[in-house]
Nanobody, 120 residues
Framework: QVHVVESGGGLVQPGGSLRLSCAAS????????MGWYRQAPGKQRDVVAT???????NYADSVKGRFTISRDNAKNTVYLEMNSLQPEDTAVYYC??????????????WGQGTQVTVSS
């Protein structure tokens, strides 16, 4: 069985920083693209940033220059460094990982989400 678990959310003041982590565990053969998505109340879930196995990154326009996505392939972990946070960044942040299990087919796994609240 495969699990994807996020950590690192919380409450931060405008202009502050947070670092999110997401670790995949279980019987994993390989992991392809990993990414972060967010969903604010009453809105759809949108992509924030993605990173391929080779390290190619993509960002939503709203976070370019403020957020940085990275991954540690040895640890099956993806990170999201968030700087200059603004109230509009408030959302539940979800990790997504494209995983090929040891037994089974490649599938997009989601974490349970972690709340990020930016408020004074």
């Amino acid at each position: 069985q495969v699990h994807v678990v996020e950590s690192g959310g919380g409450l931060v003041q405008p202009g502050g920083s947070l670092r999110l982590s997401c670790a995949a565990s279980g019987r994993i053969s390989s992991i392809g693209t990993m990414g972060w998505y967010r969903q604010a109340p009453g809105k759809q879930r949108d992509v924030v940033a993605t990173i391929t196995l080779s390290g190619r990154t993509n960002y939503a326009d709203s976070v370019k220059g403020r957020f940085t996505i990275s991954r540690d392939n040895a640890k099956n972990t993806v990170y999201l460094e968030m700087n200059s946070l603004q109230p509009e960044d408030t959302a539940v942040y979800y990790c997504n990982a494209n995983i090929l299990p040891v037994a089974g087919r490649r599938y997009d796994y989601w974490g349970q989400g972690t709340q990020v609240t930016v408020s004074s």
